[in-house]
């Protein structure tokens, strides 16, 4: 494995901007020192340094999903959509839409994250899962068409 | 300027220490010579970098060999810089650092730890080194010893010169050798060719 520092000089920045995406800037800080700090005490097992990328955006994205829950914040239902505040030219991330994100199964919930939450190619998310592209992209087109049924 | 993530960066790295997830804490610092690498375990310092050793094969090297929790912490090594820049001062004869002699095994550590005996301002032959170290015969490996030594400076094998007087060898190149033996007043400018 190369030294820790150099993970977290090539891939911090990334890490930070996926965070600020999927909980806003002010949870994106304490989620970037668990996903830190959560790779670094499982660094030495590690077995496979290919996909260091992958990996963290894997964990990241796990506790952007801890971040959601530990926040509760559960969709209520209600008659307007009510306008939401808009910062620097950025939409805040869609409450609702990351909640159903986060009920969907574990791995449609992963390869969805890891498509349109870190923008990777689905090689890369099948590298990061562990499976196939084949398997990557199914999960990614089953948690797609569970979405649309949920928020339709 | 400090960006957002480098002051996220920050505080990872003292939360690591905190969580005892921080094996090998480095930082670089000035030196008469060039930069240093410094670094350290939660046993003491384990490496010290010359400037004309490549830092980025020494960090894969600790990584290998000691942890690949390595990360840049400068302030865990507040006390190492302080010590070095004393020394190179001429304000300090004594470093009070503890030390952590993994890198080396068997003879080499015990040459090394002979060295680390020699005073300020003496020198010893390699020879002697040997006889120290156990075997009086291995006088090449003694000064293969030397030359591996993770820690210099520290563990002044730059203390350590041929029977007859010559410099021998210095990991650091021999003119910085040849300038710590003058900033202890082993040698002079003019005596020393």
């Known amino acids: 494995m190369p030294p820790f520092q150099t993970v977290l000089d090539e891939h911090s920045a990334a890490v930070m901007a996926i965070l600020r995406g999927a909980v806003g800037k002010d949870g994106a800080e304490d989620c970037f020192q668990e996903t830190f700090l959560a790779a670094l005490r499982a660094y030495p097992k590690l077995v496979d340094a290919r996909n260091l990328r992958g990996w963290l955006l894997t964990i990241a994205h796990r506790k952007a999903i801890d971040h959601h829950r530990a926040n509760g914040r559960q969709p209520i239902p209600v008659a307007e959509v009510a306008e939401v505040a808009v910062e620097n030219g950025m939409p805040e991330p869609d409450q609702r839409l990351w909640a159903a994100v986060g009920a969907l199964p574990p791995k449609q919930r992963a390869a969805v994250a890891l498509r349109y939450g870190s923008d990777l190619p689905h090689g890369e998310i099948a590298a990061a899962l562990g499976c196939s592209p084949e398997a990557a992209r199914r999960s990614l087109h089953e948690g797609l068409k569970r979405l649309r049924k949920e928020l339709a | ?193």
């Open chain 2, 1 to 193: 300027m400090k960006t957002a993530t480098d002051t996220a960066i920050d505080r990872l790295t003292a939360r690591a220490a905190e969580e005892g997830l921080l094996d090998v804490a480095y930082a670089t610092t000035d030196s008469p010579f060039g930069p240093l690498l410094l670094a350290q375990t939660r046993r003491g310092l384990v490496r010290v970098g010359l400037p004309n050793q490549d830092s980025d094969e020494l960090l894969v090297d600790l990584a290998a060999r000691v942890s690949p929790r390595v990360l840049e912490a400068p302030a865990e090594l507040d006390e190492v810089r302080r010590e070095l820049d004393l020394y190179f001062e001429g304000k300090l004869d004594h470093f009070d650092l503890p030390l952590d002699w993994r890198l080396s095994g068997g003879f080499r550590q015990r040459v090394l730890r002979a060295i680390n005996r020699i005073p300020y301002g003496q020198t010893r032959s390699y020879t002697e080194m040997a006889r120290k170290a156990g075997n009086e015969r291995a006088v090449r490996a003694a000064g293969t010893a030397c030359g591996s030594n993770p820690i210099p400076l520290v563990v002044p094998c730059h203390r350590v010169l041929r029977s007859g007087g010559a410099l021998g060898g210095y990991g650091g190149g021999l003119p910085m050798k040849q300038a710590l033996l003058e900033l202890e007043g082993v040698l002079d400018e003019k005596s020393s060719t």
